[in-house]
């Protein structure tokens, strides 16, 4: 699990980190933005990750701006902003937006440390997911075009007889076709194949 800390002040960097630190949690620090997205491309991307991101840092690119910057690479670790009392709307707005929270300046060591853990939990859900969504999408890629109209009948709900009418096969080609896509996907029927591609829809 990997927590990275963005924020323009040296000392709260150093003392979130040695908050983190002390709970066993791995800690990487920038000062900026901007030196945060130019190391992006080589931060592990299916590592559990969260991101403590201030959401003032002038005159450098905000946290806000930040934000919108790691949303349109689809970068989705959950973010927790570290906010002002004046800024607290623009806060409340970026949550609102898909920011996993907002701890108002001074907040509770314990309280950041709860947050953290439970970004954590959920950016450990999104990896799961992306992982499993990547091989499903591999053993699509290796079904063919006759498979894959097969997979669509299944999937409406057709049995094999009303799958060789609709695409003027013999019962008997649908019902290899049906086995080859089964067994290339890694179901044993049809309610694991919809399972399966559920995950993609999540």
Not at 25 to 54: H, M, Y
């Amino acid at each position: 699990m990997q927590v990275y800390i963005i924020d323009d002040e040296e000392v709260l960097r150093d003392s979130l980190s040695w908050l983190l630190e002390s709970r066993d949690l791995s800690c990487k620090t920038f000062e900026s933005g901007e030196q945060f997205l130019a190391a992006l491309s080589v931060l592990p991307r299916n590592t559990p990750s969260c991101i403590i991101l201030d959401i003032r840092m002038e005159p450098m690119m905000s946290g806000i701006e930040l934000f919108h910057q790691l949303a349109d690479v689809r970068q989705d670790w959950p973010i927790i902003f570290l906010s002002g009392h004046g800024d607290i709307t623009l806060a409340v707005n970026a949550v609102k937006q898909g920011a996993f929270d907002f701890l108002e300046k001074p907040f509770a060591d314990n309280q950041l440390v709860d947050r953290v853990f439970e970004a954590l939990a959920l950016s450990r859900q999104r990896v799961v997911i992306s992982v499993q969504s990547n091989a499903i999408r591999q053993r699509l890629e290796t079904i063919s075009p006759r498979e894959q109209a097969v997979m669509e009948c299944i999937l409406n709900g057709k049995s094999s007889r009303e799958a060789a009418e609709e695409l003027d096969m013999a019962v008997r080609t649908v019902e290899v076709h049906r086995a080859s896509l089964f067994k290339k996907m890694g179901v044993k029927g049809a309610v694991e194949l919809i399972n399966l591609l559920q995950v993609l829809e999540v």
